[in-house]
């Protein structure tokens, strides 16, 4: 069972379609908090962990977003604050740069495959998705209706769409997606 962490619902609810689609099975008990922000995360975790870690859960992931900071700061930061002090064992710190949806702007074809912006047609691919300062504001710029409305809503529309991604994508273009998909295909395999 697994156990994830992150600074908002649609983070922790995108993360668990993730988990789940390494897996290929969608059964995966997975236990979840997402939280109103970073801070809120931090301060809180441990006590999260703590109380995941004594009903038996054995596998343990936090996302903390780099937005613009040092990713290895923000990465020293889950592990001073919330791994060591809740004594997690197996565990992965996920920073996506410079936020989860550079992930999703990796593969922005599963957008449609989710079937989440009826309508829009991708655009030319990102090669780069995590040099975009802001890949939440950009995937709603490149959303935008003929109104100039956003048909994209992160928060209802990114853990539909992480379930569609195609994870080779989004790991060959986004770095920080890499960690995650190791520590889970090593619990798949056994080897953790």
């Not at 600074?7 to 109103?36: C, M, Q, W, Y």
């Not at 003929?146 to 992480?162: C, E, G, L, Q, T």
Request: proline share 6%; with cysteine; aromatic share 8%.
């Amino acid at each position: 069972m697994y156990a994830i962490l992150g600074e908002d619902v649609s983070d922790t609810e995108s993360l668990k379609a993730i988990v789940r689609l390494i897996h290929k099975d969608n059964s995966i008990p997975i236990k979840s908090k997402g939280f109103s922000g970073c801070g809120e995360m931090i301060r809180k975790g441990k006590s999260y962990f703590e109380t995941y870690r004594k009903l038996g859960v054995k596998y343990f992931i936090i996302a903390y977003d780099a937005d613009r900071a040092d990713p290895a700061a923000r990465r020293a930061e889950a592990l001073e604050e919330v791994i060591k002090p809740s004594k997690v064992e197996k565990y992965c710190i996920v920073v996506p740069v410079q936020e989860l949806e550079a992930w999703i702007l990796a593969d922005l074809d599963a957008i449609g495959r989710a079937k989440v912006c009826s309508g829009w047609k991708p655009c030319k691919p990102i090669a780069s998705p995590e040099r975009i300062s802001s890949p939440k504001e950009h995937l709603k710029k490149l959303t935008r209706d003929d109104k100039d409305r956003s048909r994209y809503k992160h928060a209802v529309n990114n853990p539909v769409v992480a379930a569609c991604l195609d994870l080779n994508i989004v790991a060959k273009k986004c770095p920080s997606f890499r960690p995650l998909r190791d520590f889970v295909n090593q619990i798949k395999a056994g080897t953790i």
